[in-house]
């Protein structure tokens, strides 16, 4: 899997710029396959299966690229809480979430990471959080609340399993925003993002399988083609490489503004269902949408966080 170049610390360059592309367009498009999955195997086990496979491929990498495995038992306990918060804890809430609301409001609430993802940073690592990056944070999370009006007003189940739907997002974004704090500390600095996140997905998986095991039983896997194209599609590209580039732009510029990539994803996901889902766009969903896109072009034009 690729892996980000160090990164300057400029969110208007390419080395930033690109990567950050890459992962909202990848993950944009996850909503959809995520959906499918949700058919006949419990959502436990497809998250297991998804997170095997990105391990055993950041693994191969970690290898060929001859990264150190010697991280030492600080360094394994801090990849194994990572697995738990970001590939156990998030993407269990993520597709339990799927199964109350529609992919589109789950992306839409998930859109709020980056406000614990920017109270965080300036809570446990010190980072300001300058007037720009407000206002665009102000600007996108308006476009936000439109979205999500949009989605509420035309979302088929009842208000109990809407707020379910809610409830479980909310519990993936503090899951998702404390691995991402633990992504920009000098500690995660310290190892090959190869090894790390190799031994995070494969404890993730792990601890995925375990729970799955104690809640629905033995495992269940479905044959169908498209449900094993989507495993691969989100192991490899939406996990094994995605989360390196993700990881790499958010040591760079930090947790606040890489939280951008979660604000532009529900535009992306809804263009996505207008092509396969027949999603109608309404005055409310585009206002939302250009806000979104407006709020993000400030917010990344700001200064890095920190300075």
Known sequence: MLQPPDIKPRSTTLAVLVPFGIVTLIWGSTWLVIRDQLAVVPPSWSVTYRFLVAGICMAGWAVWRRDSWRMGVRGFAFSAVLG????????????RAEEHVTSGLVSVVFAMLLIPNALFGRIFLGQKLGRQLMIGSAVAMAGVVLLFVREAQVDPHGPGQVL?????????ILSASTANVMQATPTAARYPMGTMLAVAMLVGAALDALFAYATVGPPVIEHRAVYLLGILYLGVFASALAFPLYFGVLRAIGPAKAA??????????????????????????????????FGLIIALKARRPNR
């Open 260 to 293: 951008y990539s979660s604000v532009i994803v529900p535009v992306i996901a809804m263009m996505l269902s207008t092509l396969f889902e027949g999603y109608r766009w309404s005055g409310l969903a585009i206002g939302g949408a250009a806000l979104a896109a």
């Open 84 to 95: 738990l918060m970001q590939f156990c804890l998030n993407f269990n809430f993520v597709y």
């Open 164 to 172: 379910a739907g809610i409830g479980f997002t909310l519990c993936a």
